[in-house]
């Protein structure tokens, strides 16, 4: 991912962070402190967490989002901690422990995270990895322990992780628990402007489906999860780990590419008895060392093997290079990369502001004196009259509407996601290649639009949402105008 977020201290974060500057010498000592620590939230980059069940495939896809293997996918010590992998120019691993303090180590020879930390699991409170991958610079993702796990501190971990927006993974089946825990992660980590908009499933054992075509069998199931975790995530999107992380972390290499080719020339009879199963492929006598066979087969599984094998056998000539970014195509692997770089982080200053807002109500809500309360909510309301902070606003809307808290009609939702989707004007308009005064147009009459149905055939919750999305189309004009007396 080469997408570098302008978002990190954007100008709704400084608004935010602005309120809480305002504020702190207004308030109570401990009321100020909880303010205080939003101030580096808001400074840092997009907080992306990874979480889902026990055995799902979440490290997996962890280490394919980063581009290197860091997080273990066995069963290890770290593993039932929460890491945040995030930019340094220094490669290394902090363990901050219970009391405060922290120790630095040093990844272990195969590069991941090292099975000794030095300090005993129950003292740690989470590790911070540091990496220069190109992602980690706008956005730090965070590996979480499975949320099915039978160790009650694994489990605490995982719901208690600070983030502002989440990939839950997904294996074949939506338990009726999955809609639970991924309620109660949200509930900590996502409040208010979180869920479900920044949240999107991954179904990441995808090429384990059965069928010709797995990928196309992964893609209905993915609808139909997305159907049933309406409420909870924004989509679900089908994945081939295994294969996303061996193309995308350099796991695969030229040598890997050589024994494929030595497949590909195989008699088919025989290459196809191979690549009936996984037992078979490994046992079954061919030319080729079984030793290799069993190092393909962990990098790659059945179905990124069949995948490169047609792709050899089709195009003999085809380079190393091609034949990875092919198997990156079929992984699934691209429309992650473009779902977060498009929802998460061009929307980075929205989302950690929304979240650092809803943040800020909560401090309310705790506030030890009543004083506290009141200013802080007065604040708060101030700053959401300003047109600056609109979009605010129209965040927290979407919200209810995505989370089925105030139903709306189909077409107004979209159109409402499409708002807060971090679209440019003329995207969200739909006249990407439109001039000035005919998008202004087109604004002024969705704003026209919005106010009809709030004074008819509107509930009262829909039409208070209607005025919000009223009024954000006419900001939409207004800076339409703007800016185009300024070209």
Known sequence: MQHRSTAVGGPLCRLVAQLCDQLRPQLSPISAARLDSLAGRLASPLQLAVTGRIKSGKSTVVNALIGRRVAPTDIRECTRLVTRFRYGTVDRVEVIRTDGTRGTIPYDASGLVPTDLGTPVDQI??????????????????????LGSTDPSSRRRTEAVPAEAMLYVLTQAVRADDAEALGRF????????????????????????????????????????????????????PLAGLVA????????????????????????????????SADLFVRVSAPIPAQDRS?????????????????????????????????????????????????????ADGIKASVALAAVEVVATQAPVPSDRIRIRDAVEGLLQLPAAHQLRLLAVATLVSAGTVPMPAELAAELAGLVSGQTPAEQLGAPNAPVAVLRERALQRAGAWRSFATVGSTPAQSRIAHVVHRGYVLLSQQLENDGGSQ
Do not use: W
């Open 295 to 347: 190092q393909l087969l962990e990098r790659l599984d059945l179905y990124g093997i069949r995948q490169a094998v047609t792709e050899i056998v089709a195009d003999p000539g085809l380079s190393t290079g091609e034949l990875r970014r092919r198997l990156v195509d079929r992984s699934g692997f691209p429309a992650l990369r473009d779902f977060i770089e498009h929802a998460f982080q061009r929307r």
């Open 186 to 237: 949200q509930a900590y980590s996502l409040p208010q402007a979180g869920s479900p908009i920044n949240a999107v499933g991954l179904l990441t054992k995808a090429d384990q489906l059965d069928g010709p075509d797995p990928m196309a069998t992964a893609r209905a199931l993915a609808g139909s999860q997305a159907r049933a975790l309406r409420h909870r995530v924004r989509t679900v999107l």
């Open 125 to 146: 409170a989470y590790l911070d990895a540091y990496l220069t991958s190109a992602l980690l610079e706008s956005v730090t993702v965070i590996d979480t322990p499975g």
């Open 245 to 276: 992380e061996a193309t995308e972390t350099g796991h695969f290499t030229a040598a890997d590419a050589d024994v494929l080719r030595q497949l590909a020339g195989l008699p088919p009879t025989q290459r196809d008895l191979l690549c009936c």
